[in-house]
């Protein structure tokens, strides 16, 4: 399909979009269930109350996308482009259901979750710099081989996260929960840097 048959009130079932460009464009009420977007420009695209269910999306470009009141359950984002999007837009309390998003080997840099309950979260191999997790649930997440340097962990639910070969994980123990969470024997030590203690 093209970028002309994506337009308001759409409702699609199992297509698949392949190189189009909605580039700082708007989009409302437009549905898509069990489709495929590959290489797509969404940059600056702004989908406001969209849903989108059980999605794939490939080597796109979604910077600053917004998704103003949209749905989304059981997104699955691999080698996309992901800078500067505020999650927290979206309509995530009129879903019965919400299936966890999957990131991997994507750039999630800057991104706000602030606040969100994503249990069983996927963010894997991938940049997620800068980025805000503050006041989430995030059990049983999936951040394994991502970078999260200068990322915001705060009063954040952790509990049973694989951070295994995670990179610049600087978590305060003493403001997050992290029972059962998994680290690597070098990121473990950033945990202890938070109390002060100085290790030789």
């Not at 464009?25 to 437009?30: G, Q, V």
């Not at 997104?75 to 966890?100: N, Y």
């Not at 006041?135 to 009063?155: I, M, P, R, T």
């Not at 059962?180 to 938070?194: D, K, V």
Request: net charge negative.
């Amino acid at each position: 399909m093209t970028a002309a048959d994506i337009v308001d009130n759409l409702d699609c079932f199992a297509e698949e979009f392949k190189g189009i460009s909605l580039h700082a464009k708007k989009i409302t009420k437009a549905e898509f269930e069990t489709c495929t977007f590959v290489s797509c420009d969404f940059s600056e695209t702004f989908f406001s109350s969209c849903r989108f269910i059980e999605c794939t999306f490939i080597d796109c470009d979604l910077s600053l996308m917004k998704l103003t009141s949209s749905k989304l359950s059981d997104l699955r984002f691999d080698s996309c482009k992901m800078i500067g999007i505020d999650w927290t837009m979206a309509d995530w309390k009129s879903l019965l259901t919400v299936e966890p998003l999957q990131f991997k080997e994507c750039i999630l840099n800057d991104s706000n979750f602030f606040g969100l309950e994503l249990e069983g979260l996927v963010i894997k191999e991938s940049r997620v710099k800068e980025a805000d997790f503050r006041n989430c649930s995030l059990k049983k997440a999936n951040f394994q081989e991502s970078d999260f340097k200068g990322a915001l962990f705060d009063n954040t639910n952790l509990e049973e996260a694989n951070f295994t070969e995670a990179q610049n994980t600087h978590i305060d123990i003493r403001k997050n929960k992290l029972k059962g969470a998994i680290f690597s024997r070098y990121e473990a030590l950033y945990l202890l840097e938070t109390m002060g203690i100085e290790l030789v």
